[in-house]
Nanobody
Framework: QVQLVESGGGLVQAGGSLRLSCVAS????????MGWYRRAPGKQRELVAL???????NYADSVKGRFTISRDQGKNTVYLQMNSLKPEDTAVYYC????????????WGQGTQVTVSS
């Protein structure tokens, strides 16, 4: 069973930065696409960024140029560096894993709250 544990959320002023971390159990980064999702109050969950097992990345238009997803395979950890934060980035952020043979994200972390004040 894959376990994902997020950390790094908090309260920050608009224009500030945060770095989220997601530690995975086992060496799943070599065989899984890892994603960061978020759910804002009253809104549907949305994909923010993902990184494939081959290292390719993709971002939602709303965060391009501000957020960066990266990974450290030796630490089984995926990061989301968030810069130039806006109040509309306020949400619970979730880490997720999708095996290369799957089309859906099967494993999810518990989420970490990010609040951006104006």
């Amino acid at each position: 069973q894959v376990q994902l544990v997020e950390s790094g959320g908090g309260l920050v002023q608009a224009g500030g930065s945060l770095r989220l971390s997601c530690v995975a159990s086992g060496t799943i980064l070599r065989t899984n696409t890892m994603g960061w999702y978020r759910r804002a109050p009253g809104k549907q969950r949305e994909l923010v960024a993902l990184i494939t097992s081959g290292g390719s990345t993709n971002y939602a238009d709303s965060v391009k140029g501000r957020f960066t997803i990266s990974r450290d395979q030796g630490k089984n950890t995926v990061y989301l560096q968030m810069n130039s934060l806006k109040p509309e980035d306020t949400a619970v952020y979730y880490c997720a894993a999708r095996h290369n043979t799957r089309v859906v994200f099967d494993y999810w972390g518990q989420g970490t709250q990010v609040t951006v004040s104006s």
